[in-house]
């Protein structure tokens, strides 16, 4: 561990301790330095890191705070890791792995929570996916926004969050344009409409096997996709056909 890992790690573990609660003003970086023993250098080394993971956060003319530590802000910065790893093959199938292993999971307990304004935004997103037919934009935001809303009526932060990190905007909207290109789009979309049903009957075991369906279906297009097409290029994982 370096030295400046060591001072990251001593920060930390004021934080986790409570010693520096959510919100809290850290002490003047002299005061701070000394009272870990760290160096004024190293204490501005560890605290840039922290600033950068979105755990202090500094106040021009005020001092640095300790951030809120809500998931939505604490893993905010996957959504971007996500999107730079587009061109890695490996690391979507991996991604897809991760969404078929917790989103069905998720839909189930989704099923037991939600409440009946949860189901009319499930809704309204659906039918707007229906009518987008070949619009790829709108297709792609309802879409988000559907799986965003039936894993937000879970009333789990992070598990919203952590759907938000692994999508991927740019993945969804290239699948999105090679499921229309293959006349795949309304099988897609009746599995969407499986969910709403599953999650109107209240049926966790339900919802859960329609959105694994869901997930594998789309995980299975995906790899068959890029099997198929040996041009697919690391600028774009799809290839020139799914750009439509």
Not at 133 to 143: G, I, K, P, S, T
């Amino acid at each position: 561990m370096s030295l400046t890992d060591r001072a990251i790690a001593r920060i930390r573990e004021l934080i986790q301790s409570g010693d520096l609660a959510p919100g809290s003003k850290l002490p003047p970086e002299q005061q701070l330095a000394t009272q870990l023993g760290l160096s004024r250098n190293l204490m501005r080394e560890a605290v840039k890191v922290l600033v950068v993971a979105r755990v202090l956060e500094i106040r021009r003319g005020d001092g640095t705070y300790v951030t809120s530590l809500q998931p939505d802000l604490l893993l905010g910065g996957l959504t971007g890791a996500v999107e730079l790893l587009q061109g890695d093959t490996g690391a979507l199938f991996d991604l897809m792995e991760v969404r078929r292993l917790f989103e069905p999971v998720a839909a189930a307990l989704a099923a037991t929570r939600i409440a009946e304004s949860g189901l009319a935004d499930v809704k309204r997103h659906l039918d707007a996916m229906t009518e987008a037919r070949d619009d790829v934009e709108l297709l792609n935001q309802h879409d988000a926004a559907f799986h965003r809303a039936v894993i937000a009526a879970t009333g789990n932060d992070t598990l919203v969050t952590l759907l938000d990190g692994i999508s991927g905007r740019t993945l969804r909207a290239r699948i999105w344009r090679g499921l229309i290109d293959t006349d795949a789009a309304g099988r897609t979309l009746a599995e969407h409409e499986a969910i709403y049903q599953a999650l109107v009957a209240r049926d966790g075991p339900l919802a859960q096997a329609a959105a694994l369906l869901h997930v594998s279906n789309t995980e299975g297009w995906l790899r068959a996709h890029l099997g198929a097409n040996g041009s697919a290029s690391p600028a774009d994982p799809l290839g020139p056909r799914a750009e439509g």
